[in-house]
């Protein structure tokens, strides 16, 4: 058995941009003109929840009560409407019929890890037409270390995969991976990997 584990933005989807400008304006219609850092590669956590904890502590607003519910929900909404006024998000090219294609294997465990909320990971992929069916989801709800994520979407840690592959398009993913022990396949311009999954010979 082969597990083949995915992330979200920029991997299944082109929703990188999107994401990333409505996340920050939601923080900030909860939060108010808060700071972030430079570039995402600053974080220590790159996942929704990780970003949000490290945004409390640079603006000295840690001691606040958890505004997570409350962001999530202003978030998803940001996403209908997005979705409402320009349409579903796109695809990698490919990425669906691939991830169809690994459900029916019996060789193949497949599962999806985001840095993601839970809400906002379904919202997307759903609107995009994939089939969440039968499919794990490991989300940046409960934890917000990438490699604790990643993990947790082997639902059944004691099986022993012969291998385990996981596709990202971000350097903290391959960091994951390396400190993980998985096999780490790049998409996206920014990393020289898959730009399309159409045509893939072989996972």
């Known amino acids: ?3 083949v584990i995915f992330d979200i933005d920029g991997t299944l989807l082109e929703s990188v941009a999107v994401d990333d ?10 939060l108010g003109p808060i700071k ?3 570039s995402l590669t600053d974080y220590d956590f790159v996942s929704d929840s990780g970003i949000l904890w490290q945004v409390l502590i640079d603006n000295k607003l840690q001691h606040i009560s958890d505004p997570a519910d409350e962001i999530i929900s202003i978030f998803v909404g940001e996403l209908s409407n997005h979705i409402s006024k320009n349409g579903a998000f796109c695809e990698v090219p490919g990425a669906r019929c691939l991830l169809a294609s690994l459900q029916s294997s019996r060789d193949h465990y497949v599962a999806i890890a985001t840095g993601g909320w839970s809400a906002s990971a379904r919202l997307k992929l759903e609107s ?10 490991s989300a940046s709800d409960t934890e917000r270390d990438r490699t604790r994520i990643m993990r947790s979407a082997l639902d059944r840690p004691e099986v022993e995969y012969e ?13 994951a991976c390396e400190a993980l022990g998985w096999s780490f396949v790049p998409v996206g311009r ?6 399309s ?7």
Do not use: K, P
Request: hydrophobic share 40%.
């Open 21 to 30: 400008d409505l996340y920050r304006a939601s923080l900030r219609r909860v």
């Open 36 to 38: 972030f850092r430079e």
């Open 163 to 175: 291998s385990i592959t996981y596709y990202g398009d971000g350097l903290w993913d391959r960091d």
């Open 1 to 3: 058995m082969h597990a």
């Open 128 to 137: 995009a037409d994939f089939n969440l069916s039968n499919v794990i989801l």
């Open 190 to 195: 920014a990393l020289g990997g898959l730009e």
């Open 197 to 203: 999954y159409l045509h893939l010979d072989d996972i």
